[in-house]
């Protein structure tokens, strides 16, 4: 079984661009969430889509932060203008069905340095 | 505010030992807690979960336990080897989902 595909790995950007995230789940996970995870730090939630639909985005810093899960299936995370503090690893996870305690399965990150 | 302690940033034991990593909470009343695993540059890797009814969970050489009045959470590897060296994670959850910031435990040989 494949797992969660994310990509850029590595992205370097000066403050004030603009960068994009993309993830792809595990098929048939209808549960897909954006984690924020600052170096030393645990991984700090985003954003939680259920199939296409808005869970909890209550950290998500939406004058800058933006995301989409169109059809429910990949999600783009996308930051505009960045800033120095957003540098961190962007951790995108999935599970079956987002029920309390179901377990999450991670992809191995996007690594933003913002100069 | 709600507040998740893992105990020490790092914790060093020999190999064969058993270790003990505690995971701490206050102003929080979860459903259920979860120990992941996180290697150097990788997304962490879902251990064990254990629900606010549950004293006690077992998997192979891992034991959680799960203490609400304490509000605690204690999670054990025994017989250690160098190949469990990562950071350990605990969240904990209700409708969302918390983390604490790790303890990176290094098994000498």
């Known amino acids: 079984e494949a797992g969660v595909a994310q990509s850029p790995r590595y992205k370097i950007i000066e403050k004030r661009q603009s960068v994009a995230f993309w993830c792809n789940p595990i098929s048939g996970h209808a549960t897909l969430y954006w984690y924020q995870q600052i170096l030393g730090q645990g991984p700090k939630l985003l954003i939680q889509?259920?199939?296409?639909?808005?869970?909890?985005d209550s950290q998500l810093p939406k004058d800058r932060f933006s995301a989409e899960r169109l059809k429910g299936v990949d999600s783009t995370l996308k930051i505009q203008p960045a800033k120095l503090e957003d540098s961190a690893v962007y951790l995108c996870?999935?599970?079956?069905?987002?029920?309390?305690?179901?377990?999450?399965?991670f992809g191995p990150g996007t690594r933003l340095t913002v100069l | 505010s709600q507040k998740i302690e893992q105990n020490s940033e790092a914790l060093n034991i020999q190999e064969g030992k058993t270790a003990t990593l505690t995971c701490n909470y206050t102003?929080?009343?979860?459903?259920?807690l979860q120990w992941y695993r996180q290697d150097p540059g990788r997304g962490p890797v879902f251990l064990l979960l254990?629900?606010?009814?549950?004293k006690e969970k077992r998997k192979e050489r891992l034991k959680v336990t799960f203490d609400t009045t304490l509000k605690q959470s204690l999670f054990h590897i025994t017989a250690s080897q160098p190949a469990d060296s990562a950071t350990y994670l605990c969240?904990?959850?209700?409708?969302?989902?918390?983390f604490g910031a790790g303890t990176r435990l290094t098994v000498k040989p």
């Open positions: 996870a999935s599970s079956f069905s987002g029920r309390g305690g179901d377990e999450q399965f």
């Open positions: 889509f259920q199939n296409n639909g808005v869970v909890d």
């Open positions: 254990i629900r606010e009814n549950e």
């Open positions: 969240a904990l959850g209700n409708n969302d989902m918390r």
């Open positions: 102003n929080y009343s979860p459903a259920y």
